[in-house]
């Protein structure tokens, strides 16, 4: 275990500086012997981190649900270099919900909807209830126009990712990707594109664009991988998570929420957030190990 923790942080050095605690708040001392099942807390050194543009709009909050409207380029969860930059790291302090946690995926560059957890004893209803397919997303997309293409279409794959490779891939696997495609508006040259995913694979929807010829406008990946630095905001993919509508596990009501954004999607303007300047970092964030058999660390 400390052998894996060591990839990650310095681990002598965090025992000498006091920076591992139990949940109790004890702190871990080196001499201590395993115990399965236990969760050991520890505050890592962060990078500078630039603020991400924009305002999360809150939607909807309620007692167990929060629903969020991000901008582009904000990360949904803390992962690799963006960590305090993320809805949930962010929605956590200001919000004041120690346990607020995201239900399911939206890419870092894509806007629009996100529904989260107030607590840990609602996640396992609703993030089910996803898993199950049993909620209705609705995306729209800036592409390009081609009088030739019949639409609406359906379009069926199967789509793989490789770990390491920006793009996904398509197969000649069975489909495991299903999404209709609806021109919905003409806008001058392009389009605006109505995209009902009835499955969830990773870059479903701006793969199936790009296999009909109509590759969303300023993507980064698709159709080629660009170099893009990550504190240029100045080109928004345009790609909305425009609506979810699901019938609420725990009480039967029939829930529909829409985004505050719409298609074109112009670059944003930073927003001070609390706590932090220009760049956010420095303070730590927390992690959590799971003191197991094959533990993983993850930030918090």
């Known amino acids: 275990m400390l052998e894996r923790l060591a990839e990650f942080v310095d681990v ?3 025992l000498a500086g006091e920076r591992f605690a139990y949940e109790s708040g004890a702190l871990v ?3 201590d012997p395993y115990g399965p099942r236990t969760f050991v807390w520890f505050h890592r050194d962060l990078a ?3 603020v991400v543009p924009g305002t999360i709009h809150v939607v909807h909050r309620d007692a167990r649900l929060v629903v969020i409207d991000k901008p582009a380029f904000l990360s ?3 992962r690799g ?3 305090v930059q993320s809805v949930v790291v962010r929605l956590r302090a200001e919000l004041g919900l120690p346990e607020l946690s995201p239900l399911h995926r939206l890419d870092r560059v894509t806007s629009g909807l996100v529904v989260l957890a107030t607590e840990r004893r609602w996640r396992g209803e609703y993030q089910s209830m996803f898993q ?3 909620v209705e997303k609705t995306y729209r997309a800036l592409a390009p126009l081609r009088p030739d293409l019949d639409l609406p279409v359906t379009v069926r794959n199967h789509l793989t990712s490789r770990r390491g490779h920006w793009q996904a891939e398509v197969t000649d696997d069975p ?3 299903e999404s209709l495609i609806e021109l919905e508006t003409v806008l001058q040259h392009t389009g605006v594109y109505r995209l009902t995913p009835r499955t969830g694979k990773t870059h479903q929807l701006r793969m199936h664009m790009l296999g009909l010829g109509i590759p969303i406008i300023d993507d980064p ?3 080629v991988v660009q170099d893009v630095a990550l504190d240029d905001f100045t080109r928004p993919l345009q790609l909305l998570a425009s609506e979810v509508t699901f019938t609420d596990p725990i009480d039967g009501e029939l829930r529909r929420f829409e985004s505050f954004r719409a298609l074109p999607l112009q670059a944003e303007v930073a927003v001070a957030v609390a706590g932090g300047g220009g760049a956010a970092g420095g303070a730590g964030a927390a992690a959590v190990v799971a003191a197991a058999a094959g533990g993983t660390v993850g930030s918090a």
């Open 29 to 31: 001392v080196g001499s």
């Open 221 to 223: 990946v698709y159709p």
């Open 48 to 50: 500078d981190e630039t």
């Open 132 to 134: 199950r397919g049993e």
């Open 12 to 14: 002598a050095g965090f």
């Open 81 to 83: 270099r963006h960590v």
């Open 76 to 78: 949904t969860i803390p």
């Open 175 to 177: 489909a495991n990707a």
